[in-house]
């Protein structure tokens, strides 16, 4: 009977981030490291530090033995979803519309009111000064 693994998304590993449920992604797999985290020879923090991203280029870079790697097995929940995201929704494609049609380049009216209002101002200002 094959074994079957269970496929987790990033950001479902990113939840599991404190010192009582903490998971890790490497090279693709998802490892529950909860029971190993006082038992790490680089202390908890580390580990607690690479929940919610890949954290296999910090993983490599610390130069892991080959006992530690065989050691990971038994920590191995399953494996992470590199499946693309699913494509923006109809309706939210809409909304990101509505959105940018609302954040429109400022027209010569536009700026014909702010020079009015600047200009108002400064004439406020040089007659307050001249009363003094």
Known sequence: MPTITRIYTL????????????WVVIDGKV????DYLDEHPGGDDVLLAATGRDATEDFEDAG????A???????????????????????KAGLIHKIWDVCTI???????????????????GVFYLRRK
């Open 69 to 91: 790697r065989e050691l990971m097995k038994a920590y191995c929940i399953g494996e992470l979803d590199l499946s693309p995201p699913p494509p923006i929704e109809k309706e």
């Open 11 to 22: 950001q479902q590993a990113a939840e599991h981030n404190k010192r009582d449920d903490c």
């Open 31 to 34: 490892y529950n490291v909860t």
């Open 106 to 124: 400022p027209s010569a009216q536009d700026y014909a009111i702010l020079a009015t209002i600047v200009g108002m101002s400064v004439a406020a």
């Open 64 to 67: 892991h033995s080959n006992d």
